[in-house]
T-cell receptor, first 111, second 115 residues
Framework: GEDVEQSLFLSVREGDSSVINCTYT??????LYWYKQEPGAGLQLLTY?????DMKQDQRLTVLLNKKDKHLSLRIADTQTGDSAIYFC???????????FGTGTQLKVEL | DSGVTQTPKHLITATGQRVTLRCSPR?????VYWYQQSLDQGLQFLIQ???????AKGNILERFSAQQFPDLHSELNLSSLELGDSALYFC??????????????FGEGSRLTVL
């Protein structure tokens, strides 16, 4: 199957770390992605990881991939109010350049 | 600004009607993708075109059709509209087709409301 699941909401305090989780069912993924959607805007790619990697760090963002458990996470260090958005994980699905998106996690950053 | 332009931004119409959504991809991008975002279905892939040809098809209803023109802009046609078609329709573009680069550039979406 192509299901990609995420928790719907996450609330953190400004300055804390946020961890957004994602699970998927199809183990044949080659790339896994994190996209961010701000209110009233389209999706923007934040980062991605190849399936042969376990971790990728990009400034405040850390992506962890557990292939055995089919679990992907995005950690945002020192979370700011500007990080408030919906975060989507996505996986590449074969048979064309098609991304399958998760359900999205709404991150709320409180002062 | 992603460079992808979608029109109209908002559209309100009645059941049974037909609408056309338009997308201009980022300069140099050959692929155009259409996605539907609704509260109950999440973000669903509809269809992809690459350089004028249909490349991949997702959960697109038979009432919906799309095409990509020689100037690479794309149109999504939605007909016999139903209340459940109310959603945000995104267009995205990428430079590639067969070799996935990992990045889609999304427009701001067209919000369709069917009354």
């Amino acid at each position: 199957g192509e299901d990609v699941e995420q928790s719907l909401f996450l609330s953190v305090r400004e300055g804390d770390s946020s961890v957004i989780n994602c699970t998927y069912t199809d183990s044949s993924s080659t790339y896994l992605y994190w996209y961010k959607q701000e209110p009233g805007a389209g999706l923007q790619l934040l980062t991605y990881i190849f399936s042969n990697m376990d971790m990728k760090q990009d400034q405040r963002l850390t992506v962890l991939l557990n292939k055995k458990d089919k679990h992907l996470s995005l950690r945002i260090a020192d979370t700011q109010t500007g990080d408030s958005a919906i975060y989507f994980c996505a996986r590449y699905t074969g048979g064309g350049n098609k991304l399958t998106f998760g359900t999205g996690t709404q991150l709320k950053v409180e002062l | 600004d992603s460079g992808v332009t979608q029109t109209p931004k908002h559209l309100i119409t009645a059941t049974g009607q037909r609408v056309t959504l338009r997308c201009s991809p980022r300069s140099g991008d050959l692929s155009v993708y259409w996605y539907q975002q609704s509260l109950d279905q999440g973000l669903q892939f509809l269809i992809q075109y690459y350089n004028g040809e249909e490349r991949a098809k997702g959960n697109i209803l038979e009432r919906f059709s799309a095409q990509q023109f020689p100037d690479l802009h794309s149109e999504l046609n939605l007909s016999s509209l139903e209340l459940g078609d109310s959603a945000l329709y995104f267009c995205a573009s990428s430079v590639d087709a067969g070799q996935y680069t990992g990045e889609l550039f999304f427009g701001e979406g067209s919000r369709l409301t069917v009354l």
